[in-house]
């Protein structure tokens, strides 16, 4: 176990040891040893599921004056996530492992001890997991390993993300497949809606179904089941970008039903930034080529690994996701779902009733912990300016009036009543109040 005498004798703060290095390290530990050393007792949660909650969120370095409501954009990760990401360090920059052709070198290894419990996490096995460094890669994995020819369509949504949508463009553009978008309804208002659209627009030339399990632009929660379902009694490939739901709520591959799924664990997950995976169905993982090549990328026999064998790594931060798992576990995914839900409607409700135009599903197995409403006239940038100078609220939205509003479990309902008096007050400040 990492402790400070052991972190500060070891070769990676003797490299801080330097200049400015001294201020960071002597302030990030004293950050650090201020939060608690252990999570609240669950048996606080069936007394007062309120003081556990802000017992939570001590957790996090997050000022305690301030309100995040922006986790849709990146989490903070809490303090056994940064501890684990520290020890991590410890233990590889001292390479002193016992055999001297070994390495912690991420980009050559199988990485079971990171990949067991992550599979466990997402309901999958081991071997059909590869841990990449965030959703757009592993997107970009999907798009460029997928045999298509020219004139070849992908169906996907017009709510995608960049890091989604692009690694299409780019196949389109330089190998003339074609993307076809439908549009979604703002809000959906049932998942029949979805399911419909995508049945309509499917052609005897599409190929691939690519959609958002949660949209990044609405945060519509997609009957992903339905439509992988759909896409395989049709013969398409089912390629699902699921960045917004680890952490967010339950997640499991295998009852999904999808060929791939990509994901970013640093939003809702809070694992370190630059921690991500690829999901490839074991059926599917010969038919999709490794996009980068280093040793061991045709062995067919290490399956998914082969996606990961992408040369030298942030080994840490492998320590830090699988801390971010263990926390999870720890807390609990169906109360840190409920959670989120709870948060969710009690700020969409509340928003709704101040006139705002919602984008957020009003049916509620179709939004989790982010609602999007429109609050127009009001620029959305100049808001989002003024609760962050004036008010240490971080929200995000845009243009020209669309506010994202992400609700994370350590959030308490006086945060959210501090951003609710706040815009009020911004509206009569605007004269429209």
């Not at 997950?269 to 995976?277: H, I, M, T, V």
Request: charged share 25%; with cysteine; net charge positive.
């Amino acid at each position: 176990m990492l402790n400070r005498r052991s972190f500060l004798s070891s070769s990676f703060a003797s490299s801080l040891a330097v200049g400015a290095g001294l201020a960071w390290r002597g302030n990030l530990w004293a950050q650090l040893e201020s939060l608690p050393s252990k999570l609240p007792e669950r048996s606080l949660f069936d007394q007062n599921e309120d003081a556990y909650w802000r017992e939570l969120r001590k957790q996090y370095l997050i000022p305690a004056d301030e309100i995040y409501l922006n986790n849709g954009t990146v989490g903070s990760s809490p303090a056994p996530v940064l501890r684990a990401i520290f020890e991590g360090y410890e233990a590889c920059e001292k390479l002193n492992e016992a055999d001297p052709e070994d390495y912690p070198i991420w980009g050559y290894a199988s990485w079971n001890q990171f990949r067991d419990p992550l599979a466990a996490f997402v309901g999958c096995n081991r071997d059909e997991i590869a841990l990449l460094r965030n959703a757009t890669e592993a997107n970009s994995y999907i798009a460029n390993g997928v045999d298509l020819k020219p004139g070849d369509e992908v169906l996907m949504t017009d709510q995608e993300h960049p890091g989604g949508e692009h690694p299409w463009n780019l196949r389109a553009k330089r190998y003339g497949i074609v993307l076809k978008k439908i549009t979604l309804p703002r809000p959906v208002e049932n998942p029949a809606q979805v399911l419909n659209l995508f049945s309509n627009a499917i052609t005897p030339r599409t190929r691939v179904l690519f959609f958002s399990h949660i949209s990044t632009f609405s945060g519509v929660v997609l009957p992903a089941k339905e439509l992988c379902a759909l896409a395989r009694s049709k013969g398409i490939i089912s390629a699902v970008d699921g960045a917004h739901v680890p952490g967010m709520m339950r997640l499991n591959l295998h009852e999904l039903g999808c060929d791939m799924y990509s994901s970013s664990p640093h939003k809702w997950l809070q694992a370190p930034k630059g921690s991500g995976f690829l999901y490839v169905r074991d059926e599917m993982i010969d038919r999709l080529w490794n996009t980068i090549a280093t040793e061991g990328w045709d062995d067919v026999k290490i399956r998914a690994e082969r996606f990961q064998r992408i040369g030298s790594s942030n080994v840490p931060a492998l320590w830090g996701l699988r801390a971010s798992i263990q926390l999870a576990n720890d807390i609990g995914m169906d109360r840190i779902e409920r959670r989120h839900r709870q948060l969710c409607d009690y700020i969409l409700a509340a928003m709704i009733k101040r006139g705002a135009v919602s984008w957020t599903s009003p049916d509620a197995s179709l939004r989790c912990a982010i609602a999007t409403v429109n609050v127009p006239p009001l620029a959305r940038m100049d808001l989002e300016h003024w609760m962050w100078k004036q008010k240490k609220i971080r929200i995000r939205g845009a243009e020209p009036h669309k506010l994202r509003l992400s609700t994370p479990y350590y959030l308490s309902r006086q945060d959210i009543d501090r951003f609710l008096d706040a815009f009020d007050e911004y509206r009569r400040m605007k004269g429209l109040a």
